[in-house]
């Protein structure tokens, strides 16, 4: 199995030196935009700049809040990420879930159909933990069809893949990792597939 070795990020790691993560032998990097409503990512702006100057696939993420209205959270999201062709589709990160399943469903897809509209034909990343689909969204089928990047700190060669699932396109695999230009550890990423698999997947088409 092919992998691409990649990153992601949000304030925790103030200061990143996005060539020296490219020197490392990364070639993509996730930052943190937004959260709720209100947060911005202090981080983000230069993140995504750097990342792209520096060669590397750049994607950007909105970490779910569970009570706050999804169409405002992805009307804020957009307000601060500008999809751009070459960048990852945007992640939407699903975790520390207190809501049923069916609310939790239902805040998801608004934010989904709010967001999807301007990304070329693309869908969004859905990043969340392998159990999160069993034990919040019913199984998950609701969701299937969209791309999933798994959460699973484990020492197996492969990703696990949760049902519905067929497969996995990008897999978080540490919590924990040392690299070049990030201070501390911080969460490492594959991608499933090569490079110019990576590249293909990023956004097109958008005017």
């Known amino acids: 199995m092919n992998f691409v070795n990649g990153v992601d990020v949000s304030d925790f790691q103030p200061n990143v030196d996005w060539a020296q993560v490219k020197s490392s032998g990364h070639s993509f990097g996730i930052s ?3 959260q709720s409503t209100d947060n911005v990512q202090t981080t983000f702006a230069g993140n995504m700049s750097s990342m ?4 590397m696939v750049a994607g950007a993420y909105h970490f779910l809040s ?7 959270q992805a009307q804020h999201f957009l307000s601060v990420y500008k999809p751009q062709n070459g960048d990852l589709p945007p992640a939407l990160d699903c975790e520390a879930c207190d ?4 609310a939790a469903i239902a805040q998801m897809a608004k934010f989904l159909q709010t967001v999807e509209p301007h990304l070329g034909g693309a869908r969004m990343l859905l990043y969340m933990s392998y159990s999160f689909p ?14 999933l990047w798994v959460a699973a700190y484990n020492s197996d060669p492969t ?10 396109v990008m897999w978080q695999y540490t919590d924990a990792l040392q690299v070049a230009g ?3 550890g911080v969460d490492g990423d594959r991608f499933v597939g090569t490079l110019a698999d990576l590249k293909a997947f990023a956004l097109k088409n958008l005017p």
């Open 66 to 72: 569970w009570h706050t209205d999804p169409v405002a």
């Open 182 to 184: 990030i201070s501390g």
């Open 52 to 55: 792209r100057a520096n060669g």
């Open 32 to 34: 943190k935009a937004t």
């Open 99 to 102: 809501v049923s399943a069916d």
């Open 134 to 147: 069993s034990g919040n969204l019913n199984g998950g089928s609701d969701f299937s069809g969209h791309p």
């Open 159 to 168: 990703p696990p893949v949760p049902p519905p699932w067929q497969n996995v």
